[in-house]
C-alpha cells in the first residue's frame, strides 16, 4: 500500500519519498506512543516557514524499521530531506492557496480507518495495537491524508501538461532492454456476495437509549454537545467534536441530510436518525445557502456472537448448493447479498479502493493483490479462477461488520508488459518518468529561493539535492 501511495504523488520512480506518506507513517504504534511521551525536542532543519523536529526523523526511522522499509543511505540524512522536500511541496501549496476540503480528508481517514480495522480483526484490537483511542488515531491520520493530499495537488499541477504521445511509447518499448521492462503484477477479479447479521432489537434499543441519554446532557447544560461526541462518537469527525464541515445535500447520507437540513435553531439536537452509518444525533453549526455545516454523533448497534455464527452458517450453505449446481452463484446474488455496490452486477466488485494509490486499476474491475480488503486478498490468495471461497468476516465501506464470500471470476498471472496487452501501462510509466524529471528540476528550483537552515550537526552527508545547503 506504501508503495502505491507514493506512486500517486511522486510518479512510479520517486520511492525515495515513502516515509512522508505512507498512510501509517504518522500512525506506528511506537511512533504514536513517542509523539505522546515528553522527550526533550530540537530543531534540526527549518524549511521555508516550517520546522522539522528530530523527534519527526525519529518516528519516521522507527516507522520504515517496523514496516521493514528499507531506506537507501544514512537514515539521518535520508529521511530529513525526504521531510524538507514535503516542506517545499506544501510551501508551494500556502502560495497556490491550494485546500482540501475536510469533506475529502474525511472520507479518506474512513476509508483507511476500515482496512485498519480489517487488518486487525476489530476496532477493539485495532486500538490495543496502536495504545490508543480510534478518536487519537483518526486524528494522526487526518494530518498525515490532508498534507498528502496537498502535495499531490501541488505536483499535479505542475504536471498536468505532460503528455506522452504512442510513438513516443512505441519507441521507449523498443529500447528499454527487456530486463527493465515493467512487470505487470498479478491482477484479479472478483464476485462478492455479503450478509449482514441480524441485529437484535435489544442492541437498537440500547444504542437508542444511549443517544437519547447524550440529547438530554446537551438539552439539560450538563454536557457540550461537542464534548460527547469527542468521547462517544464513532466517527472520524469525533477529533472535532463531531464536527464535518459544510456539505451539500448530495454529499451526505440521505437520511442524514433530510434531518440536517431541516434545522434552524444551532442549540437544538435532532431526533435519532439511522443512516447505513449507524445512529446519530445532529447539531446544527450554519447554514449557507445549499451547504451546510453540523456536528453529530454515530454509535453503531453491534451483532451478537450467535448472530455472525447463523450468518456465516446461511453463507456457507448457499455456496454449499452453488457448488452443487443447484443454481449459479451470479443467480443467488440479486436476491440474497445485501451488497448494494455489487449484487444487480453480478457481484463483480468495482476498484474503488485504490483512487489515492496512483493505480491504473482504479475504476475498473480488477485489482492488484496489494489493492483487495486484507480479508478478500486473504481469501482469494490460493484460489483458482471459479472457485467460492468460504465464509468470512470483514468490516465493509460504512464500517459495519459483514460476513462474506468470493468467488474468483478472473486472473491473469504477473508477466512482463507488452506493447499489444500493456500499451496503458507503459504510457503511464513513461509519463511518470518524465514527471519525475520535471518535479526534480522544480525541487531544485525551489531551493534556490526558499529559506533553508540545517543544524551544524545535520548538514554532513551525502543529500540527493545538494542546493540544501548554501
Not at 9 to 21: C, D, M, Q, V, Y
Request: hydrophobic residues 35%; negative net charge.
Amino acid at each position: 500500500m506504501t508503495d502505491n501511495i507514493l506512486t500517486s504523488i511522486l510518479g512510479a520512480n520517486r520511492k525515495w519519498l515513502f516515509t512522508l506518506t505512507s498512510l501509517f507513517a504518522a500512525c506506528s504504534p511506537v511512533a504514536l506512543a513517542q509523539s505522546e511521551s515528553n522527550v526533550i525536542d530540537e530543531v534540526i532543519w527549518v524549511v521555508g516557514d516550517e520546522a522539522i523536529f528530530k523527534s519527526e526523523v525519529e518516528e519516521a526511522i522507527l516507522d520504515a524499521q517496523m514496516s521493514r522499509q528499507p531506506i537507501s543511505g544514512d537514515p539521518y540524512i535520508v529521511i530529513p530531506e525526504q521531510l524538507a522536500v514535503q516542506k517545499l511541496f506544501l510551501h508551494q501549496a500556502a502560495l497556490d492557496s491550494v485546500e482540501v476540503t475536510d469533506a475529502q480528508v474525511f472520507q479518506n481517514v474512513d476509508e483507511r480507518m476500515n482496512v485498519l480495522m480489517q487488518t486487525f480483526g476489530s476496532k477493539e484490537r485495532m486500538e490495543a495495537n496502536y495504545n490508543m483511542t480510534s478518536a487519537q488515531i483518526r486524528e494522526k491520520m487526518y494530518v498525515s491524508l490532508r498534507d498528502q493530499m496537498m502535495v499531490s495537488s501541488v505536483q499535479k499541477n505542475l504536471t498536468d501538461g505532460i503528455k506522452v504521445t504512442p510513438s513516443q511509447v512505441r519507441n521507449y518499448f523498443k529500447n528499454v532492454p527487456e530486463d527493465s521492462i515493467p512487470y505487470i503484477p498479478t491482477k484479479v477479479e472478483v464476485e462478492l456476495f455479503v450478509r449482514k447479521p441480524v441485529i437484535s432489537q435489544e442492541e437498537i434499543d440500547r444504542v437508542k437509549d444511549e443517544m437519547r441519554d447524550y440529547t438530554e446532557r446537551v438539552n439539560s447544560g450538563k454536557d457540550r454537545f461537542s464534548t460527547l461526541a469527542v468521547m462517544y462518537s464513532e466517527d472520524g469527525s469525533a477529533s472535532r467534536g463531531g464536527e464535518i464541515g459544510f456539505l451539500g445535500r448530495a454529499e451526505l447520507d440521505p437520511a442524514y441530510a433530510a434531518v440536517a437540513f431541516n434545522l434552524n435553531d444551532t442549540k437544538t439536537v435532532s431526533k435519532i436518525v439511522e443512516s447505513e452509518f449507524g445512529f446519530h444525533i445532529i447539531q446544527l453549526i450554519e447554514k449557507r445557502g445549499d451547504r451546510i455545516n453540523t456536528r453529530h454523533i454515530l454509535r453503531k448497534a453491534r451483532p451478537t456472537d450467535e448472530a455472525i455464527e447463523t450468518c456465516i452458517h446461511f453463507v456457507d450453505s448457499v455456496c454449499n448448493a452453488v457448488r452443487k449446481g443447484e443454481f449459479t452463484f451470479e443467480e443467488a446474488l440479486p436476491y440474497l447479498s445485501d451488497d448494494k455496490e455489487t449484487r444487480n452486477n453480478y457481484g463483480i466488485l468495482p476498484n474503488t479502493y485504490a483512487q489515492n494509490q496512483g493505480s491504473d486499476n482504479y475504476g475498473t474491475s480488477k485489482f492488484e493483490m496489494k489493492e483487495l480488503p486484507t480479508e478478500i486478498a486473504r481469501a482469494v490468495a490460493d484460489m483458482e479462477i471459479g472457485e467460492i471461497s468460504k465464509p468470512f468476516l470483514m468490516i465493509d465501506k460504512k464500517g459495519k461488520e459483514v460476513v462474506a464470500a468470493v468467488k474468483l471470476k478472473n486472473k491473469i498471472n504477473g508477466h512482463r508488459a507488452t506493447l499489444t496487452d500493456d500499451y496503458q501501462v507503459l504510457q503511464n510509466v513513461l509519463r511518470a518518468r518524465k514527471c519525475d524529471e520535471m518535479l526534480d528540476k522544480w525541487i531544485k528550483e525551489k531551493q534556490k529561493t526558499t529559506y533553508i537552515r540545517i543544524n551544524e550537526k545535520w548538514r554532513n552527508g551525502e543529500f540527493q539535492y545538494p542546493g540544501w545547503v548554501k
